[in-house]
Structures are given as C-alpha cells and as structure tokens.
C-alpha cells in the first residue's frame, strides 16, 4: 500500500513542478538556515571536558575593600596572588591548579626564524592530570617542580614542529623572554572549547602553546595577559599581597560531599581573613562548576542566539507557506479524492496517502536542507568571529537536519491532509 | 467597492485566508525588526572616533624580556619615525580607539569616591593630542613639561600636573561649571587639574550605553614602546602607502630584536573592529529578502489557486456585464485586505518581539517611524504579487460561464 501512496504521491507532485519545486525550496532554506545557526549553538554550548565537567569547581573569593560593599554581590571571578597560593598550599581538594594566561616571545635558536610571541599559561602542576591534558611525548612537572620553581616548560605540538621540525623534543632547551627552560613535554593539540578554565582570554578561538610552573614565571617576571582587577594602588599590582585579582583558581573535587566540605573550607578560610584583618567583607564565597559556570557566564554571543532566533522565525514563515499550498493543493484534488473515496478508499488511507506527500516533500527539502545547512556553516567558518573555525557538521546534528525537515513538512501537512480527507465523494462526483 | 463580496468569498476560504494573513503578519514583524536592527549596526559602524582617520598610520611591536634601556629605545623610535617623509607628529601611546585591549580608570571629584565614573584612560608621549588630531574644545593642550614618565608615575615618584578630559565626561563631572581649573582625581589620592577639555575619542572596547563611550581621558605620561606599544603616526593622506611600507623598516634599524606585531591605516583598523556588525547586517539583509521571496511567492500560490478555483465565477460575472479592470481590480482588492490585516497583526507581533528582544539582547525600543516602512513594504509586495494571477483572472473570457465544466 506505501508504494501505492508513494507512486501516487510521485504522480501528483510531477503534475505540478513548480509548485512542487517552491514547496521544496521554502522548506529546504528554512531547514537550512535553522540548522546552520543550531549546529553553531550546539557548538559553542558544548561540554568542554565531557565526563568530568561536575568534578571541576572554580573558586571565588571577595578580598575587596569595604567601601561600595552590597550584601551577596557576586565576588570577583579572579582571585589575589595571596589567596592562589594559599589555597593551593593547603591542598583541601583531590587536585587544584592555580594559574593565569600569559604571552611569550619565543627566540628560536633555528636559523631563518625571527622571534615570535605565542599565547601560554602560567599554572601549576595539577593542570595536566585535572583537565586531562593529552601529551605526546614526556610528562607534566611535578608539585616538587612547583615549590623549587623550576626551569621547566611543555609545550604544544604545534610549537615543537615549529621551533625543532620534531617533537621529539624532551631535554631540549628553549629560549623565551631571555630565560632557558627545560622541555620536558609535549601535548597533542588540545582546545577545550569554549576555553572554560579562564574566560578572561578568548573564549572560542585560542590555544595555548607553552606552560610553565606559575612559581617559575613569576621568578622569571614573564607577562601575563588577561583581566586585572586592583581596587587600591599598588606599585607592582603582580606581587604577593598586592590589593589585585589576576589569577584562576579551579579545585577538582569528586561527588557532592567533597565540594559541600570545600565550599565550608572556604568560608572558614574568607572568615580567617577577616578575622585577620585582610578581608574587610565578610566571607562571599562561590563554587560553581564548569557547567553552572559557563551558563552563568553566558559564554554563548548574543549574535549566535540572534541569528538563530531569526533562523527559526524564517523556518515558522516558510511552513506556514508550505501549509497554505499544499492546502491549495490536496483541494484542488477533490474530485480526485472523491472518486478514490467512492471506490473504497477510507477516510483514513486518504489522510496516510496525502501525509505521504508531504513527507516526500520533506526527505527531498531535507537532502536540499542538508546541502543548504554545509554551505551554511561554510560561510560561518569564513565569518569573522572567534568562534568560526569550529562550526562544523556533526552526526547527530546531520541527522536532526534530517529529521526536522521531515517532522516540519509532516506537521505542514497534517492540517491540509485532514481537509483532504474531508472531502465528501457524492459533492465530488456529481457534475459540478 | 467589492468590500463585501470579498469579505464573504473570504469568509468561506476561511483556512487559506488565515494562513496567508499569518505569514505576511509573521514576515512584517520579522522584517520590521531585522530592518531595525540593520539600521542599529549600521549606526554603531558608523560612530566617530574623534581622531583625524585618514591621516592616521597605526604601529604595533612588543619587547622581549624586561628591557632596561625602553625609555631610551622609545625616544630613537620616535625621532627615526619623525624622519619619514610625509609624517607629520608620531606619538606613541599606551591604546588607540577600536583597538580592543584598553586602559580604565575610575575618575570622580573626591578620593576614592562610589560614584567615581570608569573611563577611558589615555596616556602618550608629547605629540599625542596633535598626532590622534584630537580637537581641543577649552583650554589648553599640554605643556612640554608637563609629561612624566610611566615608570616613574607607576612606581610612584612623581605626580601627574595635568589632565585632559572628553566633552562627555567634563560635562558629566562638572554638568554646570567651567571643568578647565578643576581637581579631579583619576590615577591615585592626588588631586589632578584639569588643563582642557577635547572634544571626542572613541574607547577601545565596546561600552554598554553611548553615554559611557564617551567618557575618556588623556594624562601627559609618557610610556615606553613595551606598554600597550602603540605608535601613531599622522601623516600626509597622499603619502600614506609610502609612509606604511617604511614603517617596520625604520624601527628595526633602531632596534631589530623586537616583536613587530603590525602596521595598519586607523581605516583598517576600524574595519576589522566593526567586522562580526558588517557580517550581521549582511545576514539580516539576506533573510529579510529571503523572507518577502517567500511570502511573495505564498501569495502567488494562493492567489493562482482561488483564480482557478473561481473560474467559473469570473466568467459568470464577466458575462454579467463586469469588465476586466473590473476582475482585476477584484483580486487586487482582496490581496489589499489580507495585506493590511496581516500588517496590522505584524506590526503588533512586530513591537512584542522588540519587546522580547530589548530584555534578552540589550537592544533599543523600535521606533514607530520603522512600522510604516514595513507596512510599504509589504503592501507592495502583495500588490506585485498578485498582480500575474490577477491579470490571467482578467483575461478569462466570459464564454466560460456558459461551458460545463
């Protein structure tokens, strides 16, 4: 019987090609345009660190002066250099890792290269093994490296083949901002996106190159880029216990239970501070993890959301218009119905034969989508935002393409097929 | 003329009509809206920068390592640049406007004051004000001696004598008194005395409201090519190519063991600041067209449908005596009617999404002046729409009437 319906639904839609065609076309842009702009959604909301982003908390402290002071203001999202190493000392949680984004000019010793500057972090040793960092050759440095400050750096793959044509690299030596440091690992190519752990430097489009112990770049005065936020004058705003946040600190902590307990130690650490006179604010403390913060922190541009508000509303327009011309079309088929209702067709096989139309309308709209949506999300690549490079098709964003363009031209159809089906053979069969 | 018979054929193809009136109302607000917010980015590309732009040649570069000798190296990088042929006043300053990374300060009348105002803070070497081509509104510019050094006011050793405020921040601090002569207090608890007021510059960044985009202030603190590294260059506009391709030349013969980072005219600068707006004008106009295509098309079906449909009816009338304007006039009339009640839902739909807009994405209330404009629009369109089917219903002859069938 579905061939029958498929057969049928083939004859009526050649009957009338442009009609066919426009309905095609509306269905496929619609499609098109909404899933180019929900895989650029779908992109930029992604899990950056699937699998361990409930166990990742970042930590925030207020450390601020009392003047402008509003009971549960939402604190700093950095903390002080004071704090960072203090929490990092007391190890209160299974792994933590404080750190800031940093700039460095590499010298290369190779000939022909003319010093460059690349994006790095300053961090300490938890940050491989807490963010699941992949390495290709050697290992990160250890805590003991953290506490001597050692001349050690890891770099990424990209900076190995540049600097030595190989990444075979590990005990070589590298010359940055007039100081030597030790490689001794390399990681494969490695952007979490959106780049969670520290969204004061791009969010979507940058990867880190060099990481260096945080104690060791602070010995080695290398810069840092990112927000700093003082709130009273301070000649060197980097040193320890200057009145500035400039650093990221992020705790991992397995299960509910361990963050309650590191969230306690934090008050009690906030009200030591206090107490000590170092904290004029009483303890505001907060412990968001990567997915609490990342909502919170509203990663995903205005534009995207926009543009797919306006895809969406293009895609509600072009059913709507499919919906009044397949309309159009099953009446203009009445006599027909009313004949195939007169030999024996139900009510119900009418309804399913027309419902078989539209969904033909919709797997041609679809491929037609599909190809739209690739050229879409071509173009995005080539926009000039951040995010670009990563709009790309996935499988299950293939098949939601798919399926949308069929359901849409389904849910088109449904009300015209009812109205087809309506049609009562005796009007239909006398002459008109 | 025709009012009511349409209104009654309407009344019994109740479920096209609604259709059709639902989509031409869905496209009005949509429209309405994309044309709005075509005309917001447009604005915001559009907005002054305060600085002389077609004379500006912009140089970027960074040290490496901590540089003893950066005061020194700043000082031969400006007398070389000074040399080019074709450069008028070089400069080097800690930002420029559109160039992202930026410098702020809290600005207010007392210490440490709550309502202290973050502002834009400029500061370069003695040239500046006449390199960016600021103009000068009250006042004065500064004096040679009054420029210190960045080092020096960083670590604390000197105080800064002098400030220039932006129109829009003097007028904000002192809304009714004269700013120049004034203290105000910007970079620590020292009191600083306002020497003039210019006119405008643009912040670097992007400012949440436009009264804020115009708070900005230029401080006589030189700094050296390691902080911010900007050097600006006016020139002769004739002369600007040339300028451009000695630029990198001339800095490395100073000192070659630096990072260039780039060299650009302030016009390229600006628009690869304002790129991802262009880019998103651009998509609204693509599917505002690709929308009224749609629609347009929408009534052409329906339209050609109720011509067929009604065949018999024309004839019917034509042989009554109807005459073909008559039959036209007929279609475009109902076209009008489902036109305008559509605009009217539209534009209703229309200022709803604004209103959804405006709380989500910070976008200003949609002015009534855009309403009429996609009313036009779309009572133009319908008209043109129908105007094939209309004039096939037209030329069916009135012997029709008198066939079976």
């Known amino acids: ?432 | 003329m025709h009012f009511f018979p349409i209104l009654s054929t309407l009344r019994r193809h109740r479920t096209a009509a609604i259709l059709i009136v639902a989509e031409i109302a869905l496209t009005c607000a949509i429209v309405c809206n994309a044309v709005f917010l075509i005309r917001d980015r447009l604005a915001r590309m559009d907005q002054p920068s305060g600085v002389v732009e077609d004379e500006l040649v912009l140089a970027r570069l960074a040290g490496i390592g901590a540089r003893a000798d950066r005061a020194a190296v700043t000082a031969q990088d400006l007398a070389a640049l000074r040399q080019i042929p074709g450069v008028k006043f070089a400069a080097v300053t800690n930002m420029v406007p559109f160039g992202g990374s930026s410098w702020n300060t809290s600005i207010g009348l007392v210490p440490d004051s709550v309502d202290s105002l973050s502002s834009g803070m400029y500061f370069g070497s003695a040239d500046l004000v006449e390199a960016l081509g600021v103009r000068i509104v009250a006042g004065r510019d500064f004096t040679s001696d009054e420029f210190r050094d960045f080092d020096d006011v960083q670590a604390t050793r000197t105080k800064v004598p002098a400030i220039l405020l932006s129109r829009g921040l003097a007028e904000r601090l002192f809304p009714d008194k004269n700013p120049v002569g004034q203290a105000v207090y910007a970079t620590g608890r020292d009191p600083v005395r306002v020497v003039g007021v210019y006119e405008h510059l643009a912040r670097p960044n992007d400012m949440s409201t436009k009264e804020r985009a115009r708070w900005s202030m230029i401080l006589p603190i030189t700094p050296a090519f390691t902080v911010g590294g900007n050097y600006v260059l006016r020139v002769d506009p004739a002369r600007a190519t040339e300028v451009l391709a000695a630029v990198t030349k001339t800095l490395e013969r100073v000192d070659p063991n630096r990072i260039f980072l780039d060299r650009q005219r302030f016009s390229e600068m600006r628009e690869n600041y304002f790129r991802k707006d262009r880019a998103m004008a651009y998509l609204l106009v693509g599917v505002s067209l690709a929308l009224l295509v749609v629609t347009a098309l929408g009534v052409v079906g329906l339209a050609s449908f109720w011509v067929q449909q009604r065949t018999r009816q024309i004839g019917v009338r034509r042989a009554l005596g109807a005459t073909r304007g008559d039959i036209l006039r007929y279609f475009q009339l109902e076209n009008f009617i489902l036109a305008t009640i559509g605009i009217v839902l539209g534009m209703a739909l229309a200022y709803a999404i604004n209103l959804w807009l405006m709380q989500k994405y910070q976008i200003p209330r949609l002015p009534a002046s855009f309403l009429p404009i996609g009313a036009t629009l779309l009572w133009l369109l319908g008209q043109i729409a129908v105007l094939g089917p209309a004039l096939r219903a037209s030329l069916i002859p009135p012997a029709i009437a008198t066939r079976s069938v």
């Open chain 1, 1 to 432: 019987m579905f061939t029958y319906y498929l057969d049928l639904a083939l004859r009526s839609l050649r009957r009338n090609r442009a009609l066919t065609a426009l309905m095609i076309v509306a269905i496929a842009f619609g499609v098109g345009a909404s899933m180019t702009t929900l895989t650029v959604l779908h992109v930029l909301s992604a899990d950056p660190i699937p699998g361990k982003s409930g166990d990742l908390y970042m930590v925030q402290l207020d450390p601020r002066q009392a003047r402008g002071f509003i009971p549960g203001e939402e604190p700093p999202d950095q903390v002080t250099r004071s704090d960072g190493e203090a929490l990092l000392r007391a190890g209160k949680a299974e792994r933590q890792v404080v750190m800031t984004s940093g700039e460095a000019a590499i010298e290369p010793a190779r000939a022909g290269l003319l010093p460059f500057f690349i994006e790095g972090r300053w961090t300490s040793a938890d940050f491989f093994p807490m963010f699941g960092v992949p390495f290709v050759a050697g290992a990160p440095w250890t805590r003991d490296d953290d506490d001597r400050a050692a001349r050690v750096a890891v770099i990424a793959r990209a900076l190995a083949d540049k600097l030595f044509g190989t990444t075979d690299v590990v005990g070589r030596t590298l010359r940055t901002e007039s100081s030597e440091l030790r490689i001794i690992g390399v990681i494969d190519t490695w952007r979490p996106t959106p780049h969670f752990y520290d969204l004061h430097s791009q969010v979507y489009g940058r990867e880190e190159q060099i990481f260096v112990p945080f104690s060791t770049s602070r010995e080695l005065k290398l810069p840092r880029s990112g927000s700093q936020d003082c709130w009273d004058e301070s000649p060197d705003p980097l040193a320890l216990g200057a009145p500035c946040v400039w650093l990221q600190f992020w705790a991992e902590l397995p299960g509910k239970a361990r963050a309650d307990a590191y969230r306690d130690f934090l008050f009690q650490y906030s009200l030591e501070q206090q107490r000590a006179g170092r904290f004029a604010r009483p303890p505001n403390v907060r412990l968001r993890d990567v997915r609490q913060w990342l909502a919170f922190s509203e990663v995903v541009p205005d534009d995207a959301r926009l543009q797919t508000w306006i895809a969406i509303g293009f895609l509600v327009v072009c059913l709507i218009n499919t919906v009044g011309l397949l309309l159009t079309k099953f009446l203009r088929r009445s006599s027909e119905i009313g004949v195939r209702r007169a030999l024996g067709a139900s009510k119900r096989s009418i309804f399913v034969q027309l419902l078989v139309e539209a969904g033909m309308i919709g797997v041609v709209g679809g491929a037609l989508g599909l190809l739209l949506a690739w050229l879409g999300l071509w173009a995005v690549r080539h926009q000039p935002a951040d995010y670009a490079p990563l709009a790309r098709l996935d499988l299950p964003m293939l098949v939601a393409t798919f399926g949308l363009a069929v359901a849409a031209s389904l849910i088109a159809g449904l009300l015209p097929a009812w109205r087809g089906c309506q049609v009562t053979p005796a009007i239909q069969l006398k002459s008109p």
